[in-house]
């Protein structure tokens, strides 16, 4: 029976401490993140709208992702009154008012965040992809906006496709949603035909998917107008990174008439849009003028033929 007023006392093992200690100070840190005004001043707890927590069925990589773009968050980070997050981007898209609790963002900056950032080293987010890079959390940024394992934009030209993966699913993607053409060979011969040739509207193809050396193509050919100028132009982009690109050659040619005209060059990777592939110019370009002379002075018809094969360089 214990006397009144007792008190209990105990040895407390330092191990036991030291992960009290841990879990305290983990806590502040995030904690701090909660309570800021645009003024500075403290907000009471019972006032503010919940903040994320950390909890065991958290991942920790998830206090670090901007909820409203999901990518990782990086300096300067801001934070609403109540302790909402979001990155410098997003912060310019929502107007000054938090996506979470609608309150006015201003500009506080969630310093306590980003000063846990630097002490983290984190896997790539392309893991399950098969990247075992494990980085500081600043350099695992840098390192994913050009780690080769990250999903590929769908190449289909002409549109603002959102598709995205890996090769094999944007070549059945491109099969069965977009109905182009596949090609097994390392050779091509395409016949374009224009009922008036003096009218060039913008207008986007990709004709074929070429699958050679076990390896997949996108042949592309478009007519637009280059300053003043309407024109013809068609060029190759290969379906992997530019490393494995540069292993390849392909050449272009248009003929008719008794002429013509041959581009060689190197397939560009889709992880280069299509359109800056085009703008670039980085292919085979047909002036209407010319193009006209392939058909023949008096055809009332514009008519190209493309032929080309691709190799690799030993």
Not at 270 to 293: F, M, P, Q, W
Request: negative net charge; glycine residues 6%; proline residues 5%.
């Amino acid at each position: 029976m214990m006397e009144s007023g007792a008190h209990i006392t105990r040895d407390i093992p330092e191990s036991e401490t030291e992960d009290e200690t841990a879990v305290f100070e983990s806590s502040s840190v995030v904690n701090r993140c909660t309570f800021f005004k645009a003024s500075n001043a403290m907000t009471p707890k019972s006032e503010a709208t919940a903040a994320p927590v950390l909890t065991s069925g958290t991942c920790l990589t998830d206090l670090f992702d901007c909820p409203v773009c999901t990518n990782s968050l990086c300096p300067p980070i801001y934070q609403c009154p109540n302790g909402h997050v979001l990155c410098s981007s997003c912060k310019l898209r929502v107007e000054d008012q938090c996506p979470t609790c609608r309150r006015e963002l201003g500009s506080i900056r969630c310093l306590a965040l980003e000063k846990v950032a630097e002490f983290l080293e984190l896997p790539c987010r392309y893991q399950s992809e098969g990247c075992t890079m494990v980085l500081p959390y600043y350099q695992k940024i840098k390192h994913e906006k050009t780690c080769e394992l990250r999903p590929y934009y769908c190449p289909y030209a002409g549109s603002e496709c959102p598709t995205m993966g890996d090769i094999p699913t944007l070549v059945a993607h491109l099969r069965n949603d977009h109905k182009v053409d596949m090609h097994d060979g390392c050779s091509f011969n395409h016949r374009y035909v224009k009922s008036n040739p003096h009218e060039v509207e913008n207008a986007t193809w990709m004709l074929t998917v070429f699958n050679c050396f076990e390896q997949h193509f996108c042949l592309h050919f478009e007519a637009f107008v280059l300053g003043k100028e309407p024109v013809y132009m068609a060029f190759l982009r290969f379906m992997g990174e530019e490393s494995e690109a540069n292993n390849f050659r392909y050449t272009l040619e248009v003929g008719g008439n008794n002429r013509r005209m041959v581009w060689q060059g190197i397939p560009r990777s889709i992880r280069d849009s299509h359109r800056k592939v085009r703008d670039s110019y980085d292919g085979l370009i047909i002036y209407r003028d010319v193009a006209l002379s392939f058909s023949g002075s008096t055809s009332k018809e514009l008519k190209l033929r493309v032929t080309g094969r691709i190799w690799k360089e030993e």
